[in-house]
């Protein structure tokens, strides 16, 4: 299969042109389920465990039972790896709710589980980024969660894009940073490294978790208008790594050498 696209769906692995889901699927007609994205790094899945126990925590929270264990999806992973025939690459674990009558109530046939593998894009190393009046809703039910329902996030990028930048800051219904649309956010401010806190409706990403226990980071409540104050403003994914941002709303932003940044690099040099 070197040279296509493998999938896998329920335990058995298929070249993506002929893969298929039910398409009563919840997860295609109303965005119901869930999702990790996984960099492949020399031919390994990066932060394997931790996706993982992330998928486990986001299934309770949305009363999705999945059958494969950790175990199977590993190996599921594994095999998805070595028959792309790439050492990189970006891996999509999507749990959909399942397949059930056309309103919101759901099925009783249970979750789709698939996994796909594609080319990893280019992260450049520093990006432009702008504030947008869009919120992220911290009192969303779906809030922290990687949904599939992820429509806003792509035409949100879209008119990013046309304004002429990488990536937007998200503030909070309240007016306190949030995060970028698909990253986490990290300001240098008052000589603390600081990272919204989950009370924002951040996501719980991998990159911020490890940054958080390593002790350089500190959570707190960050106004909208702080951001402007930072001495450096960072992004961050574990798919993409951490990558500075050179400018804020056309201007100029941070610059000069980075303890921080430098050590960030370092624990997540790809």
Request: with cysteine; charged share 25%; glycine share 12%.
């Amino acid at each position: 299969m070197n040279g296509s696209t493998p999938v896998w769906i329920d335990g058995e692995i298929f070249d993506a042109t002929k893969a298929s889901v039910n398409a009563l699927d919840h997860g295609f007609t109303l965005g119901d389920g869930f999702f990790e994205s996984i960099r492949v790094t020399d031919g390994r899945p990066r932060f394997l465990e931790r996706h993982l126990l992330r998928l486990r925590q986001t299934a309770d929270r949305l009363d999705l039972a999945i059958d494969p264990s950790d175990a199977d999806l590993s190996t599921a992973i594994d095999d998805l790896i070595a028959r792309y025939g790439s050492d990189s690459g970006r891996l999509r674990l999507t749990v959909a709710s399942g397949a059930g009558p056309l309103g919101p109530v759901r099925g009783t046939t249970g979750p789709t589980v698939t996994i796909a593998i594609d080319a990893l894009p280019h992260f450049a190393p520093t990006v432009r980024v702008v504030t947008v009046p869009w919120i992220r809703n911290e009192r969303s039910p779906l809030a922290g969660i990687k949904s599939t329902s992820w429509g806003e996030g792509v035409e949100m990028l879209r008119r990013v894009r046309q304004m002429g930048a990488d990536e937007a800051l998200l503030a909070d219904s309240t007016g306190r940073l949030s995060e970028a649309i698909a990253a986490n956010v990290f300001l240098v401010l008052g000589g603390r490294v600081l990272t919204p806190s989950l009370a924002s409706g951040c996501l719980p990403g991998i990159m911020r978790e490890i940054l958080l226990e390593s002790g350089s980071v500190k959570e707190a409540d960050i106004a909208m208008p702080d951001v402007f104050k930072a001495t450096d403003i960072f992004i961050g994914s574990s798919l993409g790594g951490i990558r500075r941002v050179i400018q804020l709303d056309g201007r100029t932003s941070g610059g000069g050498k980075s303890e921080f940044f430098d050590q960030a690099q370092r624990w997540f040099e790809f």
